[in-house]
């Protein structure tokens, strides 16, 4: 079955952390990436893994505070979130496929996402 799963997304103060992950079993040999979505704004690639775990690339945004990674024993990839701020709010999905070969990924072309995970960055 394709299919998605997200977790870990929850409540966190600005400058906190969060560890996002996805169950990506049906597409271990696929890159895989995250991308969120807030109220009123545009949906943002956010990151995006290469099949290998090898290479992985970022939106501007985030660069320097999210790291992306994946476990392929546990057919698993994270999305470790620090020092979050309100702007970095909304639904975490993670996505099939993505372009990790490009300075950005990109926030369209996506065939599969799971049901997504909210993260809410407030004091």
């Known amino acids: 079955q394709l299919r998605l799963a997200e977790s870990g997304g929850g409540l966190v103060q600005p400058g906190g952390s969060l560890r996002l992950s996805c169950d990506a079993s049906a597409f271990e040999h696929k890159p895989i990436g995250w991308f969120r979505q807030a109220p009123g704004k545009e949906r943002e690639g956010v990151s995006c893994?290469?099949?290998?775990?090898?290479?992985?690339n970022y939106a501007d945004s985030v660069k320097g505070r999210f790291t992306i990674s994946r476990d392929h024993a546990k057919k698993t990839v994270h999305l470790q979130m620090n020092s979050l701020k309100p702007d970095d709010a909304g639904v975490y999905y993670c996505a099939v496929p993505c372009d990790w070969m490009t300075k950005n990924p990109g926030s369209t072309g996506y065939d599969y996402w799971g049901q997504g995970t909210q993260v809410t960055v407030s004091s």
């Open positions: 893994i290469s099949a290998s775990g090898g290479t992985s």
